[in-house]
């Protein structure tokens, strides 16, 4: 059981044996301060209002009745009715002896489905894709690592208006002799030019949107040329989460145009309920729920007066794909905050239509804006969007100066390595350790830096540990010593380590990974203080002491390492 668990378990029992009602929580909390204890049981003061009683009474009555026999070596109460809780130094070493960094089982095992980075193919990966990619990334890593069934799902943008412009663009080229992956050797390129021809040339609009409607109804010549479009353009994205070390796989994309032939019938089912009707031509849910001040209902249109179907069409289908195909049990949305409006008319219609029973859980997780250091939203020096692929060029250039810079004594190879390593987990670390729903500043500095909370900081305190084995000519796996609390050091040092599950958990429900960022953050200076006080390998250390020592140290390498791991981060032996 986790630790947190634990303490509001037993605190629950003494709280009802004290005669305090039910609903009162005992509020079970990581203490802020060393000397405020271990945890605190902030429960008896809102326990005391309600009872109209004194909340230092109410607590020392709590404290005549908890049992954590074994678990706590000292209580006491603090201030105005806190309850400090000092665990026991015997207690944290037996339960980190059986501490292990593995796949857990989950009580209740789901099938999650998660909806991440599904970029438009239109153009080019931009860094206004790198969030969601990253942090939908991070949770199907927690949720596996939890036990659940993860299915990843990359709606990718394949479909819709631009497409018609684009294989109009492609068939010139291909006219001309070109060959496909060339002509798109530059996607945005392309796009721009496609996009002048289209601005510019009537005839060239005309057969653009010709092509739209040919395409969607199936016309082989269309098709061929959107295939041939479509195959470069995710070959270009498979490239860029393959370099940000990310797990989205060709077999994870499930695109807009999947749901082609789903659509009619979505918007037919829709209007026989009566949720979609017409409206000057066109299908529209109306929604009351989501109403303006003035009482106006918010429209989310199905189906144009034209015939054509809209990206909220293809996101309800979707959304019973999920359901019915996928057998979802939780799903998860990564997009940004700004199509926040789009997502709550989808949920409330899909509910609404019955397309998503109440067991299943739909969860919006938006998030902020990259911003450049003017403030503004991040672009290229000329005012472009930054693509993608540039940027993680431009992060490995940067952290090899750096690896060259800090040691020149690797090979080629190991500098190359670990160039990469740092570059790309400096950029996701960056994303990811800021509260999801924020803007924030990109900064190349701070993020390579390796001090403070960064990736190359955690990757650092990695090889440190990594170098106390190759000096001891020691396996970090196979130490299986007794871990001995004496020091506060090694006491700060075991708390966290017992934490990192708790710390998962709370990933997995509120789709965070800062605080897993925040928590790393925090091991790893307890473990550079700890290595501080603590020698491990000096010869004067007994050796009980020392075997104790490397168990710590194995255990909190393998809690950054798979920590990291969890972010999308690698690590390596040595930088
Ligand atoms: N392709 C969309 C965009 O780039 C994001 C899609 C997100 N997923 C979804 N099911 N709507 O804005």
């Known amino acids: 059981?986790?630790?947190?668990?634990?303490?509001?378990?037993?605190?629950?029992?003494?709280?009802?044996?004290?005669?305090?009602?039910?609903?009162?929580?005992?509020?079970?909390?990581?203490?802020?301060?060393?000397?405020?204890?271990?945890?605190?049981?902030?429960?008896?003061?809102?326990?005391?209002?309600?009872?109209?009683?004194?909340?230092?009474?109410?607590?020392?009555?709590?404290?005549?009745?908890?049992?954590?026999?074994?678990?706590?070596?000292?209580?006491?109460?603090?201030?105005?009715?806190?309850?400090?809780?000092?665990?026991?130094k015997p207690f944290l070493a037996e339960s980190l002896n059986q501490a292990k960094r593995k796949t857990l089982a989950p009580e209740h095992k789901q099938t999650v489905v998660i909806d991440y980075s599904s970029p438009n193919l239109a153009k080019e990966m931009h860094v206004g894709h790198l969030r969601s990619t990253i942090i939908g990334d991070s949770l199907a890593r927690v949720l596996e690592y939890q036990g659940h069934n993860v299915k990843r799902q990359n709606h990718m943008g394949d479909w819709g208006t631009q497409f018609g412009m684009l294989i109009a663009e492609l068939e010139l080229h291909l006219g001309e002799g070109e060959q496909a992956e060339l002509a798109l050797d530059d996607l945005e390129q392309f796009?721009?030019?496609?996009?002048?021809?289209?601005?510019?040339?009537?005839?060239?609009?005309?057969?653009?949107?010709?092509?739209?409607?040919?395409?969607q109804s199936g016309d082989e010549h269309c098709r061929k040329l959107w295939h041939k479009f479509i195959k470069v353009s995710v070959a270009h994205s498979l490239d860029i989460y393959q370099r940000l070390n990310v797990g989205l796989l060709e077999a994870h994309i499930q695109p807009e145009s999947a749901y082609n032939d789903a659509l009619e019938s979505v918007v037919d089912d829709l209007s026989k309920q009566g949720?979609?009707?017409?409206?000057?031509?066109?299908?529209?849910?109306?929604?009351?729920?989501?109403?303006?001040?003035?009482?106006?209902?918010s429209p989310m249109i199905v189906k144009k007066s034209g015939g054509g179907f809209l990206y909220a069409t293809s996101d309800l289908a979707a959304l019973c794909y999920r359901v019915n195909e996928l057998q979802a049990d939780r799903i998860l949305y990564f997009i940004d905050a700004r199509q926040s409006l789009h997502m709550k008319q989808v949920f409330i219609t899909g509910r609404k239509a019955g397309y998503v029973p109440k067991r299943v859980r739909i969860e919006h997780h938006p998030f902020g804006t990259m911003m450049g250091e003017n403030g503004r939203p991040f672009k290229t020096r000329s005012g472009g969007t930054v693509k993608l692929a540039d940027l993680l060029v431009e992060a490995v250039q940067r952290a090899e100066k750096?690896?060259?810079?800090?040691?020149?004594?690797?090979?080629?190879?190991?500098?190359?390595?670990?160039?990469?390593?740092?570059?790309?987990?400096?950029?996701?670390?960056?994303?990811?350790?800021?509260?999801?729903?924020?803007?924030y500043i990109f900064n190349w500095d701070s993020m390579l830096s390796f001090e403070g909370n960064t990736a190359p900081y955690l990757q650092y305190a990695y090889t440190r540990i990594s170098s106390i084995f190759r000096k001891a000519g020691k396996n970090p796996e196979t130490i299986s010593a007794a871990i001995d609390i004496v020091e506060s050091q090694e006491k700060a040092l075991a708390l966290k380590l017992i934490q990192f599950e708790e710390v998962i958990d709370q990933v997995a429900i509120d789709c965070y990974p800062h605080s897993l960022c925040s928590y790393l953050y925090d091991l790893a200076s307890a473990f550079m203080t700890f290595y501080e006080f603590c020698p491990v390998l000096k010869k004067d250390v007994p050796e009980a002491t020392r075997n104790s020592r490397l168990k710590l140290s194995a255990l909190s390498a393998a809690t950054l390492s798979q920590g990291l791991d969890l972010l999308g981060i690698e690590v390596m032996e040595q930088m």
């Open 402 to 439: 750096l690896v060259r810079e800090k040691n020149n004594n690797l090979s080629e190879e190991l500098v190359k390595d670990i160039a990469n390593k740092v570059g790309i987990g400096a950029v996701k670390y960056a994303d990811l350790s800021v509260t999801r729903t924020n803007d």
């Open 191 to 215: 796009y721009q030019q496609s996009k002048k021809h289209f601005d510019e040339d009537p005839s060239f609009a005309d057969k653009a949107r010709d092509y739209v409607v040919k395409l």
């Open 275 to 297: 949720i979609a009707v017409d409206s000057d031509g066109a299908k529209v849910v109306f929604l009351s729920e989501l109403a303006d001040k003035n009482g106006h209902p």
């Open 1 to 88: 059981m986790r630790l947190k668990a634990l303490l509001t378990q037993r605190f629950n029992a003494a709280m009802r044996s004290a005669g305090i009602p039910d609903d009162c929580s005992p509020m079970i909390a990581l203490s802020g301060k060393p000397q405020f204890g271990d945890y605190q049981a902030n429960g008896a003061m809102g326990a005391a209002k309600r009872m109209q009683t004194s909340p230092r009474d109410l607590a020392a009555k709590i404290l005549d009745h908890v049992d954590l026999e074994g678990i706590a070596e000292k209580l006491e109460i603090a201030g105005p009715g806190f309850i400090n809780i000092y665990l026991s």
